[in-house]
């Protein structure tokens, strides 16, 4: 791979990473860096991944030929289930190799790929092969999307720790706020998830946002993907 490859993932289903991730992309648009976003695999929806849809229109471009010939989302299910079970519905299995060529189509292609996971690092891709294994065999640095939902501090840190116990890298944190009106509960429970995440990966980001809509605005420090 020539270009560096993200592993965009998050607590749990609808935490946030597909906004996080187009909102990424767009602003290293902005600084002129060459940045593409994938979909690892999208079930629920038929053609073009819905996320892959959402990507370009926060990064403000239209569908490119990777979109269209399905290299950006290899994989797509009508099912609306985890990859492993929509895969099977429809007789097919998700192979390693067919993701790692897409990756490394876009990798020579782009400065930076973003590449985002389905639901959380323990939704399977194939039978006992999970979200998690894929980065780890493949030494992509992850992105963790966390929210100020109920149940966020149990998500996260277990979260945390799986990466840790996988030895992978984690690259940063994204404390994703739904609900600006119970600040106590949000400033807490984004209090215990930075401090979790500082214990065990003292060199990573970690930053609040707020990503409701495709106006949303993003504020990193984009020295983590240079």
Not at 87 to 94: F, K, P, Q, S, V
Not at 143 to 159: A, C, E, M, P, W
Not at 166 to 177: E, R
Not at 207 to 215: E, F, G, Q
């Amino acid at each position: 791979m020539k270009g560096k490859v993200f592993f965009v993932s998050g607590i749990d289903t609808n935490c946030g990473k597909t906004m996080v991730t187009g909102a990424i992309a767009r602003e290293l648009k902005k600084l002129g860096k060459k940045v593409m976003t994938m979909k690892l695999v999208q079930t629920g929806c038929k053609d073009i991944s819905e996320d892959i849809l959402v990507h370009r229109k926060l990064m403000g471009e239209e569908l490119n030929e990777f979109d269209k010939n399905g290299t950006s989302c290899p994989y797509v299910f009508e099912l609306p289930a985890s990859p492993h079970l929509a895969a099977a519905n429809e007789g097919r299995i998700i192979s390693n190799e067919v993701l790692r060529e897409s990756i490394n189509d876009l990798s020579e292609q782009y400065e930076i790929v973003l590449l985002e996971g389905a639901g959380g690092l323990m939704v399977p891709i194939r039978e006992n092969y999970y979200m998690v294994d894929f980065a780890r065999d493949n030494n992509l640095p992850i992105i963790l999307i966390s929210s100020s939902r109920l149940g966020s501090i149990n998500h996260s840190l277990l979260s945390y720790n799986k990466i840790k116990e996988d030895s992978c890298d984690l690259a940063a944190g994204f404390y994703n706020v739904f609900d600006a009106e119970h600040y106590k509960i949000i400033n807490d429970s984004e209090q215990i998830i930075w401090e979790y995440q500082l214990r065990l990966f003292p060199d990573s980001y970690f930053s609040r946002v707020s990503l409701k809509d495709l106006s949303s605005k993003l504020e990193l420090d984009f020295t983590i993907f240079v």
